[in-house]
């Protein structure tokens, strides 16, 4: 079983950055597929970024170029860097892993993932 346990939310100016960990327990962390994603009040869990088993990542519009998303296999750590914040990335942030045989690739949807954590909070003031 993966647990996974979001750090680093808080409160920023706009301009400011952030950088969200992600501590995973359990299975191999190296293996598989994991995901940011964020959710508003009153607002659907929308997909940030995602990256592969061997690093490749993807991002959503709104914050390419902005955020950056990575791994630490040896901390068995995955993290979002989030500079030039906005009040709308105003969110709880969670992280997701994707614990099924197919492990290939890059995922975007809430579905693709099995295991998320508890979330963090970010509070972007304008």
């Known amino acids: 079983q993966i647990q996974l346990v979001e750090s680093g939310g808080g409160l920023v100016q706009a301009g400011g950055s952030l950088r969200l960990s992600c501590a995973a327990s359990?299975?191999?962390?190296?293996?598989?597929?994991m995901g940011w994603f964020r959710q508003a009040p009153g607002k659907e869990r929308e997909f940030v970024a995602a990256?592969?088993?061997?690093?490749?990542?993807k991002y959503a519009d709104s914050v390419r170029d902005r955020f950056t998303i990575s791994r630490d296999n040896a901390k068995s750590t995955l993290y979002l860097r989030l500079n030039r914040l906005k009040p709308e990335d105003t969110a709880v942030y969670y992280c997701?892993?994707?614990?099924?045989?197919?492990?290939?690739?890059?995922?975007?949807?809430?579905?693709?993932?099995?295991?998320w954590g508890q979330g963090t909070q970010v509070t972007v003031s304008s």
């Open positions: 997701a892993a994707r614990w099924t045989e197919d492990r290939r690739g890059l995922f975007d949807y809430t579905e693709d993932y099995t295991n």
């Open positions: 359990g299975r191999a962390f190296s293996t598989y597929p």
């Open positions: 990256i592969s088993w061997n690093a490749e990542t």
